[in-house]
């Protein structure tokens, strides 16, 4: 995996990014629009000499789909005032079927407005971007290319205050190619027009989530900030993982294209779909954070509303695409595809994590026994001893501790990755992924008894953990534990109740936030210990959930914990309990449920009948479907972005978006498929619309454990925009 940019690419963005905002201010946006129909002719000069219109034209100086993508990004923050995408693939099209050598010189540098047609001429007049300024148009018919030149387009009125023009192109023109190549060439810039505006789109939502974010911290209201009342930073949060999401996708689907991956027909459809509709949603929520200001004419943001709302419906209805999408990806329809160059970037775990899936497969492959797939259970309930001492030998509980403790060195991918193989086998990973962040904890915090009494036998499997944070009374504030710890000689006296201790009736001990400073303030009293569940003080009582899920409500009676089992400096909970949650959260548990509800509803689509056809075969149907599969890959870009960025040690809204965006759209698309598949969903069982039923309950509680989604929110706020604390 590498999601950072190259230097180059850096320096590219950079320049952009500072030529847009001098030579695209907003006033000359304004003037443009005001006065010369939306279209900047001097911008348009300057973008030909900085090599912008002509960087897709291939040849040695030719800039890759990716690098394209990183200038139309930063056109769309300053809602650059021209047609630059289309300008772009048209003077690509231009060279690459030999068209006049004149106007591709022309069009690079700025002196002539070559745009295409996204539609064929058939059609009759359609509306065409930059149609009104442009001195050639680009438009197929059939397996014919056709030039444009007498071109008699005017801008009307149009919401975007755009130079498009609605023009009859059938009949018309030149035929510059005609054959299928020429065909495959302009459905694939087609393609490409997708994964661009999808770029545009993400640059013009995120920044006017940006202004928002300037203006909830300045204008009060009740006698403060506005962005102190979580009705206005939340639904912001929400909208910055929808953007972040959307500027992953277009990076995703040139790379998807890039490398011919099993999505590489449905990307683009995809991306621009997801882009579309976020980049709609926020610039509504950003105009609306700007209460009756969002309105005036004189406020910028209702530039950022007009603007991306046309963007995102130049095609069409967006979700066209998802119909699209949904026949590329289950009913075998092919696609022209672009050369994209090589993007730089990377998605997925890497070779080294991928290896190490893979030993994990055929471990599974060879181990796992017809009776243990037949009684597996997503929660603490399928765990297996005889399995876990296995992995435990096999060295595979655990590969990111180090190895003298009984890991294999390797990073939080190989972790990842593998976590995804458990899901794809139906082996439960609770244990695992508590042990793991406890066995972390110990690791790092733990005393010398403990690193060598504890972590070795976590790491051969023969004993696991559980997490004894949440209290009768206190959840999501969880430093209001109770729960008290008091020194007596050299050991500690546990005395307290914990409530939803998962897995503590199989748990070795608890990994225990107690009191133990009741005089200090909230945060700084807490002490985490190592509670053995054998002392005979402990109970442990079940409580059933509606997802069949067990877990345990846990009292503690004059429970003796030697010093030894404290965990990190006395006081110092906080601390540890940071640790620990940056290891919980990150949401990777949720992209792989969310998978397999979209490959259910699939299942059950190629199974069921539709208004007397197949369901998969009815358009509405892949619509529902392609968008939970599209939110599912948004889920794992967020979640690698968050792995990423753990490995950099840069991450900081990161964790809390992935897993505040992965558990939200889980339930989404849980509650939607289920809906999709009725009534078959309401019977219970392992495969397709059954197994629907299941991920539906189960999507209930992926937003509230790990901290819930509210909690997330206020951290997502402060961390991306910079808000002040709302909890
Ligand atoms: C099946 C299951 C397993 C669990 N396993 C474990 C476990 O193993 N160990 C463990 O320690 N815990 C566990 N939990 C507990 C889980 O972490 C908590 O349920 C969660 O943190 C929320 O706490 P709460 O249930 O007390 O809800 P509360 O904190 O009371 O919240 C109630 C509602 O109020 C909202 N809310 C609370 N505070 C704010 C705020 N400041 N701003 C806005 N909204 C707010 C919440 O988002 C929620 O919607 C588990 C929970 C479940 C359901």
Request: net charge negative.
């Amino acid at each position: 995996m590498n999601l950072s940019l190259s230097e180059d690419q850096t320096i590219l963005a950079d320049e952009f990014r500072k030529f847009f905002a001098s030579e695209s201010a907003m006033e000359r946006v304004r003037a443009a629009e005001e006065k010369m129909g939306g279209f900047d002719p001097e911008l348009w000069r300057s973008l030909g000499e900085m090599g912008a219109l002509a960087m897709r034209i291939p040849g040695e100086d030719g800039f890759g789909l990716f690098e394209a993508g990183l200038v139309a990004f930063e056109a769309g923050r300053q809602l650059a005032s021209g047609p630059l995408v289309e300008a772009i693939l048209a003077a690509r099209l231009l060279a690459q079927l030999g068209g006049p050598e004149d106007l591709i010189a022309l069009a690079s540098t700025g002196e002539a407005v070559v745009t295409l047609a996204l539609h064929e001429a058939a059609v009759g007049a359609q509306i065409v971007p930059g149609g009104a300024v442009a001195d050639a148009i680009l438009v197929l018919s059939g397996d014919e290319v056709r030039l444009v030149r007498e071109i008699v387009g005017k801008a009307p009125d149009n919401l975007g205050g755009q130079p498009l023009a609605p023009i009859d192109l059938s009949d018309k023109g030149e035929i510059l190619a005609s054959d299928g190549d020429a065909r495959a060439a302009f459905l694939a810039g087609l393609e490409e027009w997708k994964i661009l505006t999808a770029a545009w789109m993400a640059g013009a939502g995120l920044r006017a989530l940006e202004l928002a974010g300037e203006y909830a911290k300045e204008r009060e209201q009740f006698g403060r900030a506005i962005a102190t009342f979580q009705a206005v930073a939340h639904p912001l949060a929400d909208m910055a993982a929808e953007m972040t999401g959307a500027d992953l996708a277009w990076r995703w689907a040139v790379a998807e294209v890039a490398q011919g991956g099993g999505k590489a027909a449905a990307a683009a459809p995809m991306a621009f779909w997801f882009a579309a509709q976020a980049s709609s949603q926020a610039v509504y929520r950003a105009q609306h954070t700007f209460g009756g200001y969002g309105l005036a004419l004189e406020y910028d943001i209702q530039l950022y509303v007009r603007r991306a709302r046309a963007a995102a419906a130049i095609l069409g209805d967006p979700r066209d695409q998802l119909i699209t999408a949904g026949r590329r990806l289950w009913l075998d329809e092919t696609a022209a595809l672009p050369e994209t160059g090589h993007p730089g970037i990377e998605f997925g775990y890497g070779e080294a994590a991928e290896a190490f899936a893979q030993e994990t497969r055929e471990f599974f492959q060879r181990e796992l026994t017809d009776e243990y797939r037949a009684n597996a259970h997503f929660s603490y309930d399928g765990h297996d001893w005889d399995l876990n001492r296995k992995m435990g030998e096999a060295r595979l509980l655990f590969p990111s501790w180090p190895e003298e403790f009984g890991g294999r060195g390797l990073d939080d991918l190989a972790t990842a990755a593998a976590l995804q193989v458990w899901e794809d086998e139906g082996v439960t990973s609770h244990s695992q992924y508590v042990s793991n962040l406890v066995g972390h904890s110990l690791i790092h915090f733990g005393s010398d008894e403990v690193k060598r009494d504890i972590v070795p036998r976590l790491a051969k499997g023969e004993i696991i953990s559980c997490l004894g944070f949440s209290e009768p009374h206190s959840g999501s504030d969880v430093f209001a534990a109770k729960t008290r710890a008091r020194k007596d000689g050299d050991d500690w006296i546990i005395d307290g109740q914990k409530m939803w201790t998962s897995g503590a009736n199989l748990a070795h001990h608890a990994f225990l936030l107690a009191r133990t400073d009741p005089d200090a303030p909230k945060h700084k009293g807490m002490t985490v210990f190592l509670v053995p569940l054998d002392d005979p003080g402990v109970e442990i009582h079940p409580v059933h959930t509606f997802q069949d899920e067990r877990t345990n409500a846990t009292f503690y009676e004059n429970v003796r914990v030697p010093d030894s089992y404290r965990i990190g400096p006395v006081n110092g909970g906080l601390q540890v309990m940071g640790f620990a949650l940056m290891i919980e959260q990150g949401g990777g548990g949720f992209v792989g449920p969310h998978r397999h509800a979209v490959e259910s509803a699939v299942e059950w689509a190629r199974e069921a009948s539709r208004s007397g056809r197949k369901a998969i075969e009815n358009p509405r149907v892949l619509e529902r479907i392609a968008a939970a599969a599209t939110r599912n890959t948004v889920s794992y870009l967020l979640y690698w972005r968050a792995l990423w960025l753990k490995t950099q040690g840069t991450d900081r809204a990161a964790g809390p978006m992935s897993k505040l965006y992965g558990s939200e759209a889980l339930l989404k698309d849980a509650v939607d498929l289920f809906e999709l598949a009725a009534p078959d969903t309401l019977l219970r069982g392992k495969h397709g619309a059954r197994r629907l039923e299941h991920e539906m309950r189960h999507a209930s509680v992926t937003t509230v454990y790990g901290g819930t989604s509210e909690v997330h929110r206020s951290q997502v706020a402060e961390a991306f925009f910079g808000l002040p604390k709302s909890r």
